[in-house]
């Protein structure tokens, strides 16, 4: 199925990006707005640049919509999709409602794949569930279908938390610095204990995390004293008040 994109920024250069890395090489047309993205995409990716966004939705099959928030259904208003059409938003905030208000007759999912898909790593949500949205985004990213929109927005939350994760990970690179550590040793070491960590939880499905906390930090543990001095610190009761308040945001 033809991929069309409407909003060739960032996003859009993520997904195309992981795509082709997973070996997919559908036809993708670009809308023409961002041209020097769009130039760089089109020659590295082996993508083509329409002459506007309704000959992008003339050519797709899906349509992947991944325009800023406030753009979105403005960048809808001049086009048609026709029956048959899947129309993607990967669009922060905006709900399948005011979505199907401009994409109808086509059928609208939201989803959200984030930096990682470059590299084919990372989760997306999506609603409603579309097989077709499944097979183009399933090499790319972890997919995961849920009931309704209340629990897309919480998927969406997480999407703002993993960027977070970035300053976490540059934060403990810049201590280790600090302390003396070359800065590829204290990179590597920031990087590989986290994603250590990940690999043992993905490999273990079965065991509820916070239980797997408990079997690793043990009383009398170094990792047991960190975890009880951040609680103290506010670092666990930060976290959730901040994932409240972006909740909040996000319905807003």
Known sequence: MTLGIIGVGHLASYLIAGIR?????????LSPRNKDVAAKLAAEFNCEIMTDNQSVVDQADIVLLATRPAQSLLALQDVSFRDGQIMLSAVAGVSV???????EPA???RCLPLAPAEVCAGATPIFPDNEAVQELLDPVVTVIPVADEEQFELGSVFGCIGGWVYTLFGQLQNWLEKQGMPNEQARALAIETFHGATSLAKDQPEMDLLEQAK??????????????????????????ESSDALSKKLKS
């Not at 043990?218 to 609680?231: P, S």
């Open 97 to 103: 409602n005011e979505l199907k208000l401009y994409a």
């Open 107 to 109: 059928e609208v999912v």
């Open 215 to 240: 079997l690793i930090a043990t009383e009398g543990t170094y990792t047991k004293f960190f975890q009880d001095a951040f609680e103290d610190k506010g670092g666990m009761a930060a976290l959730i």
């Open 21 to 29: 890395k997973s070996g997919d090489q559908r036809r993708i047309v």
